[in-house]
């Protein structure tokens, strides 16, 4: 299958990552990103709509309604909630999914109340000085190690309850993107924002080439991925095959690399469907796309919800490689592009 090149679509992808990355959109506030996605979709020409559960629901178009592929990505994040307010104005935490302790210290973050506006701070290890902590090296950072402190003049419980701030609010990590000038893409939360970029691009690229695939296409933007259950509903009626485009794994004993695409024969929920897997395969193939396959020995997609939830569908996993998941990420443009490709091919 010849494309034509793909340069100024590996171009959109990132542009339209970064401006949803700014975003925030922690699991169970997503409200925002998803009226961006939405919008972004129909400004495409495409009708959506937003579920019951908060996520976005796209028709593409397509002629065999009874055989249909759902497209399935999310833009729900890692992030925090406050757990409580200590004595001394600072902030515990619990996480959003799989935020971790050790990577999300030092990070500048805002502090979304429900009725008095947004505040800003810094998680840091509990007595953060060096200069005064004899102990500093030695605290295992967890979630009851590190804090959230405020920007703000508080010294007490009392202060921080004058601000509107109260258990229940959520806590937005700064993404500090960054796209490089030879194209690599950093970021926290990539996972899964540049897929749902390289599903924009790939409607945008239905759309440019007047292109109505042969089976019917929908793609649903899911907004609880991080905590299991983001693609347990919504599958519309007619839909065989379930494709989730989330991060491809990078890292020690897998092949992977920024700039492929990574397609997931197993991971730590099963394998994937294996004749969806070959036919993933052959679609690399087919456009020249830079891929490679891999065992995920620590990951769930929303995929595998949507088999939990009962749904009779033939499902796979394709995305981007990622290196350093749910951490400060790193991809390529050239990762997003071969994502791509293998979308064009494998759903002609």
Same mark, same amino acid.
């Given at each position: 299958m010849n494309l034509k090149n793909l340069d100024s679509y590996s171009d959109y992808i990132a542009e339209k990552t970064k401006e949803l990355l700014s /975003? #925030? %959109?922690?699991? @169970?506030?997503?409200d925002n990103a998803v009226l961006w996605v939405k919008k972004e979709f129909e400004s495409l020409g495409y009708? *959506?709509?937003v579920t019951v559960k908060g996520g976005v629901l796209v028709e593409l178009g397509g002629k065999d309604i009874n055989n249909g592929i759902l497209l399935e990505a999310h833009t729900d994040t890692l992030g925090a909630i406050v757990s409580s307010i200590k004595s001394t104005g600072r902030l515990s935490l619990s996480p959003l999914g799989g935020m971790n302790a050790n990577n999300a210290e030092t990070e500048n973050v805002r502090v979304v109340t429900k009725f008095d506006g947004i505040y800003e701070g810094t998680c840091q290890l509990t007595n953060? %000085? /060096?200069? $005064?902590? &004899?102990?500093? #090296?030695?605290t295992r950072r967890s979630w009851d190690t590190v804090e959230i402190v405020l920007d703000e003049d508080v010294s007490s419980k009392d202060d921080v309850k004058k601000l509107g701030i109260s258990v229940g609010d959520i806590v937005c990590f700064e993404p500090n993107t960054r796209i490089t000038k030879n194209g690599y893409i950093? *970021?926290?939360f990539l996972d899964d924002k540049l897929s749902v970029g390289i599903l924009l691009a790939y409607a945008k690229y239905l759309k440019d080439n007047n292109i109505v695939p042969e089976r019917a296409v929908y793609v649903h933007v899911? $907004?609880?991925e991080e905590v299991g259950h983001g &693609?347990?509903?919504s599958v519309p009626a007619g839909v065989t095959e379930a494709i989730s485009v989330d991060m491809g794994c990078v @890292?020690? &004993?897998l092949t992977c690399t920024e700039k492929q695409v990574s397609i997931c024969a197993k991971d730590s929920h099963g394998p994937y469907s294996y004749s969806l897997v070959k036919a993933l395969i052959q679609a690399a193939r087919d456009t020249d796309a830079d891929y490679a396959v891999d065992v995920y020995p620590h990951y769930g997609s929303d995929v595998e919800a949507t088999l939990s939830a009962g749904y009779d569908i033939k499902h796979g996993l394709i995305g981007s490689g990622v290196y350093a998941s749910h951490g400060y990420e790193r991809s390529h443009k050239k990762g997003a592009e071969n994502t791509l490709r293998v979308l064009l091919g494998y759903i002609k």
């Open positions: /975003i #925030d %959109s922690p699991t @169970g506030y997503t009708k *959506s709509s953060a %000085s /060096i200069h $005064v902590n &004899g102990k500093y #090296d030695e950093k *970021s926290r899911t $907004v609880y &693609g347990c509903a @890292g020690e &004993g």
